[in-house]
């Protein structure tokens, strides 16, 4: 078994390195100060993404992404997490259900979305359905050979910045029709209701959208009827893992940060890594920090190379997020403690990180569902995917 990085790979984690260090990190006081970036500031660092090569680093070279594997993004995404004001989300990935669009409906939103030029947004939450999305109300209707769609979408991430939505409705109201349709944000019936504000600073919005009798052609379902959990799903893998990817770096971070401020200040007349209390958190953080990454890596690894079946990889996913979220949750936690008064001041990383991470325990489904869909393969397939070693 040999674990080391490709020096393809290697060179990939420096570049991805030294992007957020020259792009991403510059922008974190103004994106805390502001509550977001100014335009001018957001479009130089959309050029820098598509300068660094790192436009639409999920989706395949044909399509005009970067046709990183699994593995790759998380390498990339590690090093993006560990800016603050969720700066990562900058760069561009198009959801990875566009991935099964129609030659045509390629040309009009996911190649336009590789390049920059638009953006997507996946809107699956509603008011009454959250972790249960059988519960979900909004519905499409056949009027004439399209569409109309009616419902109430909620914490619809950059949802401000994208120009079309994804949005997952039940053909006619039934839940086995889940589909998922394509809709563009200017449309006539497509709403801001409001813009909440949330505990994160983060550099785009999550507003809540209303659909009023929003028509579309036939043209605009993706995929298939009936196949929205099935992309939605897609979906939820992917991020799953790349939640996985930014909380590790966000979490390294903090360890960092904790390591040199413990070294440098001096009370009861020794660095304060010197009192076992603070060594022992850092020791903490440190282990718990070593096991999520490599269980990040195996996962990604495996994902990557396949032969693994969907079923299994997208019940590893669950583990990754569970694990990487809540171990990012302990590690900031530690770093604020370790940095004292300090640890409270919103110009300090770690005190972003602590609010930032807290949601990477919610959305994309909560550590209870991650732990629901846990049980589910323990219970279906045993505890193999877990406790076993890929062999070839
Ligand atoms: C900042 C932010 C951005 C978001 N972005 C998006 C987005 O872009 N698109 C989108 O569609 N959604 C988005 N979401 C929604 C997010 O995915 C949901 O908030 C999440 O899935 C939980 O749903 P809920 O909030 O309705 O909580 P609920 O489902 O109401 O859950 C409430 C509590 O009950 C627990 N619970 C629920 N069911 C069970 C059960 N069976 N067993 C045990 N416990 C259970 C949950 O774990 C949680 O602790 C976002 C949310 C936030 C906060």
């Known amino acids: 078994m040999d674990i080391r990085l490709a020096p393809e790979d290697a060179e990939l984690r420096s570049r991805a390195r030294a992007f957020c260090e020259q792009v991403l990190m510059p922008l974190e006081n103004e994106c805390e100060e502001h509550d977001g970036l100014t335009p001018e500031s957001l479009e130089r660092a959309k050029a820098q993404v598509l300068e660094h090569g790192f436009a639409a680093i999920n989706h395949a070279s044909r399509d005009g992404g970067r046709g990183y594997d699994v593995f790759q993004q998380v390498l990339i995404e590690e090093e993006w997490g560990k800016a603050t004001g969720a700066l990562w ?78 949005v997952h409705a039940h053909v006619d109201g039934d839940p086995a029709k889940a589909t998922v349709f394509l809709v563009d944000r200017d449309l006539p019936g497509v709403r801001v209701v409001r813009t909440p504000r949330y505990m994160h600073t ?67 007349g020794r660095p304060i890594v010197e009192h076992q209390a603070i060594g022992f958190m850092l020791a903490d953080m440190a282990a718990e920090l070593m096991a999520a990454k490599s269980m990040l890596y195996r996962v990604a690894w495996q994902a990557a190379r396949g032969g693994t079946p969907r079923k299994e990889v997208h019940a590893l996913a669950s583990a990754v997020k569970l694990v990487c979220s809540e171990t990012a949750g302990r590690v900031v936690d530690k770093a604020v403690q370790i940095h004292g008064g300090r640890g409270y001041m919103r110009e300090q990383p770690v005190e972003r990180l602590y609010r930032e991470l807290r949601v990477d325990r919610i959305w994309e489904g909560t550590s209870e569902i991650q732990r629901m869909v846990i049980g589910n393969e323990l219970r279906k397939r045993g505890a193999g995917a877990y406790t076993g070693w890929p062999e070839t």
């Open 89 to 166: 989300d900058i760069p561009w990935r198009p959801s990875i259900p566009l991935a099964v669009a129609t030659e045509a409906q390629k040309d009009e939103y996911l190649r336009p979305a590789c390049r920059g030029e638009r953006r997507d947004c996946y809107a699956i939450t509603e008011e009454g359905a959250g972790s249960d999305p059988t519960m979900v109300r909004t519905t499409a209707v056949r009027d004439g050979d399209g569409w109309v769609l009616n419902g109430t979408k909620w914490h619809v991430t950059s949802g401000d910045v994208a120009d079309f939505l994804l």
């Open 202 to 268: 983060f550099v785009f919005e999550h507003p809540i959208f209303a659909l009023e009798d929003v028509r579309v052609g036939p043209d605009k379902v993706l995929g298939e009827v009936g196949q929205g959990y099935e992309l939605t799903k897609d979906w939820f893998v992917e991020e799953r893992i790349m939640i996985g990817a930014r909380t590790v770096g966000a979490a390294a971070r903090a360890l960092d940060l904790s390591l040199a401020f413990a070294s440098d200040r001096v009370q009861f």
